[in-house]
Each structure stands twice: as structure tokens, then as C-alpha cells.
């Protein structure tokens, strides 16, 4: 017994110096909390012994595209459970592989007719992602105190930008007719050194000698594009407009470019100030944005290949998206044959690429699966370095912070991102007296336990004990909490902790939570984080189109269709162009919502159509948005014409969709494909009532969520 009370003791003295620890945690940020990567340009904490030899293949497989003499792309999979660190393994990727390589990543698609373009548009956003670099500035009118005249700056370009200034130097170099010339050889001389000195060498931006050096060198690029692969279809014209992106400093003009590259129709003036061609109104968008990606592959042939990742593919899966997963077969391999010098990555669960399989031709399996990784769990012993990483973050050891038997319960779970999880809701419960989903163990009442000699016994009696004394001190550490922090409570009657407070029956020692009690707490969380992430993603660079947010919408409907019956169509005008709209019957009444992000003719010509059907249909109520970021539409035009008729029309109403409607919107569309995709782990049935009781003011919950917040 001399033993058994020593070990007691130890365990007592334990328990007490958490207890001072607990009163630093509701101080200080969880560092459990961060367990996602949403992609591969966040920084999060990054243990590399985790998957080191899965990363040293990936590199291996980067080599062979970069060695490939035909430069012909190639596919691989990233083969891990939910939660495992896929798209971690691509923040990986990208911090070490950024400075050199293009690396452009793609959420899952979501429309089936607009896979390639989709994905383009998620390119353009990765191409806006900027790298962090180091600058060699040699200038021998520079301060002599300087070493031999070099200055070593930190900044910052876009990764298109790299891109292009990378290509535009071999392309230049091998142009006789321009090396030849005076104002060429200045060129190359300013460029030697470094390539992106290209954004500052050329002459201030606006002057006459800037227009110049830009025009001539635009000219020899076109020149060069023609001669090695041909002037028709779209490329050429793509080309141009890449080339006059990067000549720009101006943000305004060089958000014009962006929409221009996204095949957007700008207004006639906006066009000619940045002077490029708008687009015709019947481009055909999937060809388009095929020759688009094939451009920047074919401009990454003088450069490093491309690193293309398709991510949170899950929800393809799923009976409703059968039709997307289709499409998305076919448009990886329209990109694994038509864009050169690329890894394409494809991160799926292992279920998944079984489903896949199916659909996809046996060439788009064979080409997507040239080289497969596999990530499996880390040992317990590599997890518990991940824990211990983040816990010094804070200024505390691991094992100060839980017990033996909470850090086993920790280590136990299914993946990293689940060991995470846990941590952080031991972290919760210490800090604020959260309680747990899910309790230890499951252990008799004190009264039942019977205390003998036996060692067996004996380890059996101080293992409850034990427990007991752990539940009971966490419960006083909590109460006493406010005075650990010198603050008194006001009203000392109401702070009299009595027996049944620390009771183990009444704090879910002998009966665990069901971790559906917790949902309401874990989705509330989950909107409230989300948001703060949306808030700060809102003022990002965004491709904002029609048929992305249509198919937002689909898979909010989809989902709304388990609490009520809501038939789902479209509206059509014959051969005429509308916007991309649902017809939703819901309880007899038809509601058609419909996206309308185009500029210029387009916009004008379909909103036009669109009125005429508010006219014809007048039992059916009819919403028309448009994202508030777009380039408005002026006063006096034929556009804002039909946007004033749109809105006087009794069964019409013109949507401005602004910030907080904006969140919203993706706000709901995220919970359902974070659900899906298991980032979120719940069950949809239950989070998406809390959600519509969260946004009962939202219009689109107004229409869809009735049942919900009635």
C-alpha cells in the first residue's frame, strides 16, 4: 500500500499544478484550434518528419514532369482518410516549391457544364497569390559604403507575374531582331540579373517610354507565339492580354485585365482604356478557358512546370453530382493532353477514387493515376510531437497541460485532424468548463468498487479513485477560476459549490455525452469561425461567375430538400440568351432566382429577356443578383434601364448582393460542402436548422428555410 499511496500522492500534486495551469488557459489562444488547412497558401504549423517520405515522392514525381523531354503532363493521387493532411502536404508543396514553381490549386467544381472554366477561374485566383523572394539589385551609383554595390531586398510578386517575367526573358533572348537593337540589348542588360526587374526597368508607369518599351516588346512576344505555335483561336489574344496585366501598376486597370482574361464583356470604354478587344457575346466559355490554361502551360515550357491541385472532390461523389463527376472526368483529361509541362494532383479520400473509377474512362484513370502516395496515420509518437509543437506555442509542456490518460484518449483518434480536435476540446473543457463529447471512461460508481489486496484489484480501485479525483479537481478549478484570475464574483451567495456540484454522477464521469448534445455548440462555433475566415476572404481577388454560384445554389436546394418538398427547374425563353437561372416550386409557389456577373451587351441583352419573362410569368416570383463587387451599371444605359423595370415589377425584385448577403451565401454553401467533404463532422440533418435559425433574416432562407424558423 506504501506504494499506492505514494503514486496517490504524485497524482494528487499532479492535479494541482494543472490547476494553476488551468488559470492561464482561458487567457490564452487554444493552440489546438487551427486542425485545417483550407489551401495549400495559408501558414500553419508544419512538423515535417510528418509524411517526409510521401513528400520526398511527390518531389520525386515533380522531377520527372520537369525531366520529361516531350514535356507531357502527368497525373497523381493523393490517397489519405478525411482529416489525414492532404491538403497540408500541399501547403508543403507550395512553401518550398512557391519561389520556383506555379502552383495553382482548385476547389472541387460544382457545375457541369462549366468544369474547364471553373477550373480556369480558380487558376487566375492562384496566379494572384503572391511569392516572397529575394531581389539582387546591383547599381554602382549606389552608396559605396554598400557591399560591391548589392542590395538585398525582401518583396513581393504575383505568381503570374513570375511567370511572365521568367518566359518573357528566354522568349526576348532568342529574338534576333531584337537582341540586334539598341533598345533590346538595354533590355536584356536590365533583365540579366533578374527577370523581375522587368516590373521596374521599363520606364514610370504612365510615361511615354514605358508605353514604348512595352509595345515593342509585346510586338516580338506575338511575334514569337505565331512562328511556334499559330495566331488563331483565342491564345494569341490571351497571350496579349496577359503580357498587358503585368505592364500595369495601376490596380483598377489591372482589375479590368483580370475580368478581361476571365472572358468577361467589359463596358466599351473600360475596354478601350486598357486597350484590348472585348470578347464577343456568344464565346464559347469551356474552349476558352481550355486555350487560356494551355497558354500559361505553354509559358511555363521557358519557365518551371505547373503544379496543378484539385481538392475537396468528396462531394463529387454523391448521387446528386454524378453529372458534375462526369464533366470533371473529362476535363482533367482535355488538361492532361492540351496543357504541357504539368503535375496534375487529384486529393481524394480512398472510397472515392474507388467510386471514381467507375465513371472515368480507363484513359483518364490510367493518366490521373501514374503515381499514387498514400498517406496513413503517423505513429502515437509523431502525433504527440504535433501536440507537444503546438502546446510550446503557448508556453506550456505537453504533458503539464493533460494527464496520461486524456493524452491517450488524444492520441487514439482516427487522423491527425481528429487528434487535433480532441486536444482542443480537452483544452475547451479545461479552460472554460466546456464539456467533453465523449467521457474517458465509463467506470461504476465509487460505492461498487471494491477494494482488495490484489494487485489487480488495487490497480483497478486507484485507477477510479484516480478518475474520480481528476473530474472532482477540474470541476473546483473551474469554479474557483474567477478568483485564480482576482476577479470576486459580485453575488457570493450564488458561489457556493455544494456536493452535487463535484458529484461524478451529475458531471458525466459514469454516463458520457452524446456528442449530439454538442452539435447546436459545434456548429454555432463552426458559423462564427467561418465567418471571420469569409470576412477576411471577401476583399480577396475573386472570379465571380454565373455558373459557380448556380451550382452554390444547387447544393443549397439539394439540401434544403430534406425538410421540405422543393421541385427544381428552369426558366427558358426559346433560342434567347437569360441569365443562368433555378425554378424553384415550393408549396405552390414558383420562385425563379437567377445570376446575372456579365458586363457590357451581355448583361444588357439578357436582362432585357429576363424582364420578359417577369412580364409572362407573373404568378412566379423572379430575384435577379448580382455581386455588388462588379463594375456598376451606369445610370442612363439600356442596362440600368431594365434594372428599374426589374424592380418596379410587382413579381420582380433586383438582388445587390453586398457583403453581409454575399457571407451569407457562402456561409451556407460552406457548412453543406464542409459536411460533405467530413471537414465538419456532423450530421447535415441537424446543422442545417441551427444555420437557417442563424440566418433567419437571409433572403435565400426566407425562400428555402421556412419550415426551419417558422
Same mark, same amino acid.
Given at each position: 500500500?506504501?506504494?499506492?499511496?505514494?503514486?496517490?500522492?504524485?497524482?494528487?500534486?499532479?492535479?494541482?499544478?494543472?490547476?494553476?495551469?488551468?488559470?492561464?488557459?482561458?487567457?490564452?489562444?487554444?493552440?489546438?484550434?487551427?486542425?485545417?488547412?483550407?489551401?495549400?497558401?495559408?501558414?500553419?504549423?508544419?512538423?515535417?518528419?510528418?509524411?517526409?517520405?510521401?513528400?520526398? &515522392?511527390?518531389?520525386?514525381?515533380?522531377?520527372?514532369?520537369?525531366?520529361?523531354?516531350?514535356?507531357?503532363?502527368?497525373?497523381?493521387?493523393?490517397?489519405?482518410?478525411?482529416?489525414?493532411?492532404? &491538403?497540408?502536404?500541399?501547403?508543403?508543396?507550395?512553401?518550398?516549391?512557391?519561389?520556383?514553381?506555379?502552383?495553382?490549386?482548385?476547389?472541387?467544381?460544382?457545375?457541369?457544364?462549366?468544369?474547364?472554366?471553373?477550373?480556369?477561374?480558380?487558376?487566375?485566383?492562384?496566379?494572384?497569390?503572391?511569392?516572397?523572394?529575394?531581389?539582387?539589385?546591383?547599381?554602382?551609383? =549606389?552608396?559605396?559604403?554598400?557591399?560591391?554595390?548589392?542590395?538585398?531586398?525582401?518583396?513581393?510578386?504575383?505568381?503570374?507575374?513570375?511567370?511572365?517575367?521568367?518566359?518573357?526573358?528566354?522568349?526576348?533572348?532568342?529574338?534576333?531582331?531584337?537582341?540586334?537593337?539598341?533598345?533590346? =540589348?538595354?533590355?536584356?542588360?536590365?533583365?540579366?540579373?533578374?527577370?523581375?526587374?522587368?516590373?521596374?526597368?521599363?520606364?514610370?508607369?504612365?510615361?511615354?517610354?514605358?508605353?514604348?518599351?512595352?509595345?515593342?516588346?509585346?510586338?516580338?512576344?506575338?511575334?514569337?507565339?505565331?512562328?511556334?505555335?499559330?495566331?488563331?483561336?483565342?491564345?494569341?489574344?490571351?497571350?496579349?492580354?496577359?503580357?498587358?496585366?503585368?505592364?500595369?501598376?495601376?490596380?483598377?486597370?489591372?482589375?479590368?485585365?483580370?475580368?478581361?482574361?476571365?472572358?468577361?464583356?467589359?463596358?466599351?470604354?473600360?475596354?478601350?482604356?486598357?486597350?484590348?478587344?472585348?470578347?464577343?457575346?456568344?464565346?464559347?466559355?469551356?474552349?476558352?478557358?481550355?486555350?487560356?490554361?494551355?497558354?500559361?502551360?505553354?509559358?511555363?515550357?521557358?519557365?518551371?512546370?505547373?503544379?496543378?491541385?484539385?481538392?475537396?472532390?468528396?462531394?463529387?461523389?454523391?448521387?446528386?453530382?454524378?453529372?458534375?463527376?462526369?464533366?470533371?472526368?473529362?476535363?482533367?483529361?482535355?488538361?492532361?493532353?492540351?496543357?504541357?509541362?504539368?503535375?496534375?494532383?487529384?486529393?481524394?479520400?480512398?472510397?472515392?477514387?474507388?467510386?471514381?473509377?467507375?465513371?472515368?474512362?480507363?484513359?483518364?484513370?490510367?493518366?490521373?493515376?501514374?503515381?499514387?502516395?498514400?498517406?496513413?496515420?503517423?505513429?502515437?509518437?509523431?502525433?504527440?510531437?504535433?501536440?507537444?509543437?503546438?502546446?510550446?506555442?503557448?508556453?506550456?509542456?505537453?504533458?503539464?497541460?493533460?494527464?496520461?490518460?486524456?493524452?491517450?484518449?488524444?492520441?487514439?483518434?482516427?487522423?491527425?485532424?481528429?487528434?487535433?480536435? =480532441?486536444?482542443?476540446?480537452?483544452?475547451?473543457?479545461?479552460?472554460?468548463?466546456?464539456?467533453?463529447?465523449?467521457?474517458?471512461?465509463?467506470?461504476?460508481?465509487?460505492?461498487?468498487?471494491?477494494?482488495?489486496?490484489?494487485?489487480?484489484?488495487?490497480?483497478?480501485?486507484?485507477?477510479?479513485?484516480?478518475?474520480?479525483?481528476?473530474?472532482?479537481?477540474?470541476?473546483?478549478?473551474?469554479?474557483?477560476?474567477?478568483?485564480?484570475?482576482?476577479?470576486?464574483?459580485?453575488?457570493?451567495?450564488?458561489?457556493?459549490?455544494?456536493?452535487?456540484?463535484?458529484?461524478?454522477?451529475?458531471?458525466?464521469?459514469?454516463?458520457?455525452?452524446?456528442?449530439?448534445?454538442?452539435?447546436?455548440?459545434?456548429?454555432?462555433?463552426?458559423?462564427?469561425?467561418?465567418?471571420?475566415?469569409?470576412?477576411?476572404?471577401?476583399?480577396?481577388?475573386?472570379?465571380?461567375?454565373?455558373?459557380?454560384?448556380?451550382?452554390?445554389?444547387?447544393?443549397?436546394?439539394?439540401?434544403?430538400?430534406?425538410?421540405?418538398?422543393?421541385?427544381?427547374?428552369?426558366?427558358?425563353?426559346?433560342?434567347?440568351?437569360?441569365?443562368?437561372?433555378?425554378?424553384?416550386?415550393?408549396?405552390?409557389?414558383?420562385?425563379?432566382?437567377?445570376?446575372?456577373?456579365?458586363?457590357?451587351?451581355?448583361?444588357?441583352?439578357?436582362?432585357?429577356?429576363?424582364?420578359?419573362?417577369?412580364?409572362?410569368?407573373?404568378?412566379?416570383?423572379?430575384?435577379?443578383?448580382?455581386?455588388?463587387?462588379?463594375?456598376?451599371?451606369?445610370?442612363? &444605359?439600356?442596362?440600368?434601364?431594365?434594372?428599374?423595370?426589374?424592380?418596379?415589377?410587382?413579381?420582380?425584385?433586383?438582388?445587390?448582393?453586398?457583403?453581409?448577403?454575399?457571407?451569407?451565401?457562402?456561409?451556407?454553401?460552406?457548412?453543406?460542402?464542409?459536411?460533405?467533404?467530413?471537414?465538419?463532422?456532423?450530421?447535415?440533418?441537424?446543422?442545417?436548422?441551427?444555420?437557417?435559425?442563424?440566418?433567419?433574416?437571409?433572403?435565400?432562407?426566407?425562400?428555402?428555410?421556412?419550415?426551419?424558423?417558422?
Amino acid at each position: 500500500m506504501a506504494r499506492y499511496d505514494a503514486q496517490f500522492t504524485y497524482q494528487l500534486y499532479r492535479q494541482f499544478q494543472q490547476l494553476q495551469t488551468m488559470s492561464q488557459l482561458s487567457t490564452t489562444p487554444n493552440p489546438f484550434s487551427s486542425s485545417r488547412v483550407d489551401n495549400p497558401f495559408q501558414d500553419h504549423l508544419d512538423f515535417q518528419e510528418i509524411y517526409a517520405a510521401e513528400f520526398a &515522392t511527390l518531389k520525386s514525381v515533380l522531377l520527372d514532369v520537369k525531366n520529361d523531354p516531350n514535356q507531357q503532363s502527368k497525373g497523381a493521387l493523393v490517397i489519405g482518410a478525411a482529416g489525414s493532411g492532404k &491538403t497540408h502536404l500541399m501547403m508543403r508543396l507550395a512553401k518550398e516549391f512557391l519561389k520556383t514553381n506555379r502552383l495553382l490549386f482548385i476547389r472541387h467544381p460544382n457545375n457541369a457544364q462549366s468544369v474547364i472554366y471553373h477550373t480556369y477561374s480558380r487558376i487566375l485566383e492562384s496566379f494572384a497569390e503572391r511569392v516572397p523572394h529575394q531581389e539582387q539589385d546591383r547599381d554602382q551609383n =549606389r552608396d559605396q559604403n554598400r557591399v560591391q554595390g548589392v542590395e538585398v531586398k525582401k518583396l513581393e510578386h504575383t505568381q503570374l507575374e513570375l511567370l511572365l517575367s521568367n518566359s518573357l526573358i528566354k522568349i526576348l533572348c532568342s529574338r534576333n531582331k531584337f537582341i540586334n537593337t539598341q533598345k533590346g =540589348r538595354d533590355i536584356i542588360a536590365a533583365l540579366e540579373n533578374n527577370s523581375l526587374s522587368l516590373y521596374k526597368r521599363l520606364g514610370a508607369d504612365g510615361t511615354q517610354r514605358n508605353r514604348d518599351n512595352w509595345q515593342s516588346i509585346e510586338k516580338y512576344i506575338n511575334d514569337w507565339w505565331t512562328e511556334r505555335y499559330t495566331g488563331a483561336g483565342y491564345s494569341a489574344t490571351i497571350l496579349k492580354g496577359i503580357i498587358r496585366f503585368c505592364s500595369y501598376t495601376d490596380s483598377g486597370k489591372k482589375e479590368l485585365v483580370r475580368r478581361w482574361l476571365a472572358g468577361h464583356e467589359l463596358e466599351g470604354e473600360e475596354a478601350a482604356s486598357i486597350g484590348l478587344e472585348n470578347w464577343s457575346e456568344d464565346l464559347s466559355r469551356e474552349e476558352f478557358a481550355l486555350e487560356a490554361i494551355g497558354v500559361f502551360g505553354r509559358l511555363s515550357t521557358l519557365d518551371e512546370h505547373l503544379i496543378i491541385v484539385f481538392d475537396q472532390l468528396e462531394s463529387l461523389g454523391l448521387e446528386q453530382n454524378r453529372d458534375v463527376l462526369n464533366s470533371f472526368g473529362s476535363a482533367v483529361k482535355e488538361i492532361l493532353t492540351y496543357v504541357p509541362n504539368s503535375l496534375i494532383i487529384l486529393n481524394l479520400f480512398p472510397d472515392r477514387w474507388q467510386q471514381f473509377q467507375s465513371f472515368f474512362d480507363s484513359s483518364v484513370v490510367d493518366r490521373v493515376s501514374q503515381y499514387t502516395i498514400q498517406l496513413h496515420l503517423p505513429l502515437e509518437t509523431k502525433l504527440k510531437n504535433i501536440l507537444a509543437l503546438k502546446s510550446q506555442s503557448i508556453g506550456l509542456e505537453i504533458d503539464t497541460l493533460f494527464t496520461p490518460l486524456e493524452l491517450g484518449d488524444i492520441l487514439k483518434q482516427k487522423s491527425i485532424r481528429a487528434v487535433l480536435n =480532441r486536444a482542443a476540446e480537452y483544452y475547451r473543457s479545461k479552460a472554460d468548463g466546456q464539456p467533453l463529447t465523449q467521457a474517458i471512461v465509463d467506470l461504476p460508481p465509487l460505492s461498487e468498487i471494491t477494494t482488495n489486496t490484489s494487485d489487480k484489484n488495487n490497480n483497478t480501485d486507484f485507477l477510479a479513485r484516480f478518475e474520480l479525483l481528476e473530474t472532482t479537481v477540474r470541476k473546483i478549478a473551474n469554479l474557483l477560476l474567477p478568483f485564480a484570475q482576482g476577479e470576486i464574483p459580485t453575488n457570493l451567495s450564488s458561489f457556493s459549490p455544494t456536493l452535487d456540484a463535484i458529484n461524478p454522477d451529475l458531471i458525466g464521469l459514469n454516463t458520457p455525452l452524446q456528442g449530439a448534445d454538442l452539435v447546436p455548440d459545434i456548429v454555432t462555433t463552426y458559423l462564427s469561425q467561418t465567418r471571420q475566415n469569409l470576412e477576411k476572404e471577401y476583399d480577396q481577388i475573386t472570379v465571380i461567375d454565373d455558373y459557380d454560384d448556380l451550382g452554390k445554389l444547387k447544393a443549397i436546394v439539394n439540401a434544403f430538400q430534406q425538410f421540405q418538398n422543393i421541385e427544381v427547374g428552369q426558366i427558358r425563353l426559346g433560342k434567347n440568351n437569360i441569365p443562368e437561372n433555378l425554378l424553384l416550386t415550393i408549396n405552390h409557389q414558383d420562385w425563379a432566382i437567377a445570376f446575372l456577373q456579365l458586363g457590357g451587351n451581355a448583361f444588357t441583352t439578357r436582362i432585357k429577356n429576363f424582364n420578359e419573362c417577369v412580364h409572362q410569368l407573373s404568378s412566379t416570383k423572379f430575384y435577379l443578383i448580382r455581386d455588388s463587387r462588379l463594375s456598376a451599371i451606369k445610370p442612363g &444605359t439600356v442596362g440600368r434601364e431594365n434594372i428599374n423595370i426589374l424592380k418596379n415589377a410587382d413579381n420582380g425584385e433586383f438582388i445587390l448582393l453586398e457583403r453581409e448577403k454575399r457571407i451569407n451565401f457562402e456561409l451556407l454553401y460552406r457548412l453543406i460542402i464542409d459536411i460533405q467533404e467530413q471537414d465538419l463532422e456532423v450530421d447535415l440533418s441537424k446543422a442545417l436548422p441551427i444555420a437557417a435559425r442563424h440566418l433567419r433574416d437571409d433572403w435565400l432562407v426566407q425562400i428555402l428555410g421556412k419550415p426551419l424558423i417558422d
